[in-house]
C-alpha cells in the first residue's frame, strides 16, 4: 500500500513541499468542474479542518473516466505537483498528475452532503459524523487531551494505575450501577436460596464500575501518587445535555496530601488542559469561536492565565441567596448546588472560574474527611464558566473510627467494605484525590452545548446504537 502525506503536515511544511510531488489520501468533501476543462477536489483526511484543494487538469490528461466515478464521501488517492494556490483562502494546492479511485460513494444515498447537518441527525450516523468538521474536530482535541492528561501525572511522578471495570463496590452509594451478570433473566435463581448467585459468573452481585477512586486509593497507599483514566459508568436515568451513562473519568489519588494540596493540584490541572487547548489546538479552537461559541477563546485564556476564585460553600450559598436571580431550584444552606447554581457563580457573580470548599457532610459520600466542625467535609467542587462543576474531589477520611461512624450513617455495611477499612488499620495516612469527568472537559475546551456530542458513541437512556 501507498503511503502519503498526512494533509496537516503539508499545510504546516508548506515552504518544504512547494514545487515538489507529494502523494495524499483521505475523503473528497466537494468536487467540481470549471468551463475551462479543469475539475477541482476538496480532499480531507481527518488529520487538520482545512481541506487540500486537488486540481485536475483535462488538457493533454484524460481524467474523465475517473473523475464520473468520483463523487462526496469518495475515498481517493491524489498524487502530484504542490503549487501556489490563487484561490482565495489557500496557500497551497496539489495539480494531479495521478488519480486512484479506493472506493466510491453513491451521491443519491450518501448522508453527508455538503451542508450543515443537525447534531441530533447525525447522532444516527455516529459511524459517518467523524468526517464533519465539528466532530472531527472535538476527535482531535479528545486525542490531544489525553495525551496531554498524561504528560500532566507523568511529569509530576505520578503512577498510571488500571482500576477494574467491573467491581463490587459502589463507590458513590448511589445504587445507580450496571449489574454483570450470566445469569439468565428468563430463569433467576429461586426464591430462598442460601446463595442465590452460586451459578453466577462472580459467585456474588457485580457491576460496572461507577469510579476507580477506591480501588486508586490502594495504591496511593503504597506508591504515593497515582491516577486512573478510563470508560466508567452510571445507570442513572437522565436525558440531560451533561449526562451520559458511559463516560470517561480522570481519578488521581494522592498520599500525604491534605486538601489544600489537592486544591492546588486540581487548580494546575485545568490550566494545563487549557494551555494545551490554545497552543496545541489552536485551529480548533478559532473553529469553535467562530461556529460554536464566540467567547470560547476569552474563556479559555481566562482560565489559564487568571487566578481561580476560591470560596466556600457557605460562601457560595450567600452569594446565591443574597442575588436577584428567580433559580428553578431552591438555595438554602444544606442543599446540593445545581447547575443553574454553580453557572451564576462563575458567569455571573464572579465572573471567572471557582474553586468551592467544605460541603455540608450530609451532601457528600462516606470516605470524605469530616471537618472539626463536625458539620463539613473537606471537599472541594472546580466550577468553569458554561458548565459548572468540572472536578469533584476531596480530602479522604484516614481515621478508622471517623470513617465507621460516616458509613453508620450512611448505611454502609463495613464487611462490604473490609479491605477498604483494613487500609485505615494498616498503616493509615493522610491523601486526597478528585475526579474530572473527561466529557465535560471537552464540552468546556469546544463550547459544545451536548455531552453527547463531546464522546464519539454517546450511551444514554434508550440509545446504545454502534
Known amino acids: 500500500m501507498e503511503k502519503g502525506i498526512r494533509i496537516a503536515e503539508l499545510f504546516r511544511d508548506e515552504k518544504k513541499w512547494l514545487g515538489k510531488t507529494a502523494l495524499v489520501q483521505g475523503w473528497v468533501k466537494t468536487m467540481r468542474d470549471s468551463k475551462a476543462g479543469v475539475g477541482f477536489i476538496e480532499l480531507n483526511d481527518g488529520s487538520t479542518l482545512k481541506g487540500l484543494q486537488i486540481v485536475t487538469q483535462l488538457e493533454g490528461r484524460d481524467y474523465s473516466a475517473i473523475l464520473k466515478q468520483i463523487t462526496t464521501g469518495s475515498a481517493i488517492l491524489a498524487e502530484g505537483l504542490v503549487s501556489a494556490s490563487p484561490g482565495k483562502g489557500q496557500s497551497i494546492e496539489l495539480q494531479a498528475d495521478r488519480l486512484h479511485l479506493y472506493g466510491g460513494a453513491d451521491p443519491a444515498t450518501y448522508p453527508l452532503q455538503k451542508k450543515r447537518h443537525s447534531f441530533e441527525y447525525l447522532r444516527q450516523i455516529a459511524h459517518l459524523r467523524p468526517r464533519t468538521n465539528t466532530l472531527g474536530a472535538i476527535a482531535r482535541v479528545r486525542n490531544q487531551l489525553s495525551f496531554a ?58 457491576y460496572l464500575t461507577v469510579s476507580g ?8 497507599l503504597a506508591l504515593g501518587s497515582v491516577y486512573t483514566f478510563g470508560p466508567t459508568f452510571r445507570a442513572e436515568d ?43 489546538c489552536s485551529e480548533e479552537v478559532d473553529f469553535f469561536t467562530r461556529f460554536i461559541e464566540p467567547e470560547l477563546t476569552k474563556r479559555l485564556e481566562k482560565a489559564a492565565k487568571s487566578a481561580f476564585e476560591i470560596i466556600t460553600y457557605t460562601e457560595a450559598v450567600d452569594i446565591l441567596t443574597r442575588s436577584k436571580e428567580s433559580f428553578a431550584y431552591p438555595v438554602e444552606w444544606g442543599s446540593d448546588l445545581q447547575a443553574e447554581h454553580e453557572r451564576y457563580i462563575t458567569e455571573k457573580a464572579l465572573g471567572r472560574p471557582v474553586g468551592i470548599t467544605n460541603f455540608p457532610r450530609a451532601l457528600k459520600p462516606f470516605y470524605m474527611r469530616v471537618n472539626e466542625d463536625q458539620k463539613t467535609v473537606a471537599a472541594m467542587d472546580i466550577l468553569v464558566p458554561g458548565i459548572g462543576e468540572i472536578i469533584g474531589g476531596s480530602q479522604r477520611e484516614e481515621r478508622l473510627d471517623v470513617l465507621l461512624e460516616q458509613m453508620r450513617l450512611k448505611a454502609i455495611a463495613p464487611e462490604d467494605y473490609r479491605w477498604y477499612v483494613e487500609l485505615r488499620e494498616f498503616g493509615s495516612a493522610p491523601h486526597s484525590g478528585f475526579g474530572l469527568g473527561f466529557e465535560r472537559l471537552i464540552q468546556f475546551v469546544t463550547g459544545i452545548p451536548n455531552i453527547r456530542e463531546a464522546i464519539p458513541f454517546p450511551r444514554t437512556p434508550g440509545h446504545a446504537e454502534f
Open 149 to 206: 492528561i498524561h504528560q500532566f501525572f507523568q511529569d509530576r511522578g505520578f503512577y498510571y494505575v488500571h482500576t477494574p471495570v467491573i467491581t463490587a463496590s459502589d463507590c458513590e452509594g448511589a445504587g445507580e450501577t450496571f449489574r454483570v451478570t450470566t445469569l439468565d433473566p428468563a430463569r433467576p435463581p429461586a426464591a430462598g436460596l442460601e446463595d442465590p448467585y452460586r451459578d453466577d459468573f462472580f459467585q456474588k452481585p457485580a
Open 213 to 220: 477512586q477506591l480501588q486508586a486509593e490502594i495504591y496511593a
Open 238 to 280: 437522565s436525558n440531560t445535555s451533561r449526562h451520559l451513562a458511559e463516560f470517561w473519568m480522570v481519578e488521581p489519588e494522592m498520599a500525604f496530601h491534605d486538601l489544600q494540596d489537592n486544591l492546588e493540584v486540581a487548580l494546575a490541572f485545568i490550566k494545563y488542559l487549557t494551555e494545551t487547548m490554545l497552543t496545541k
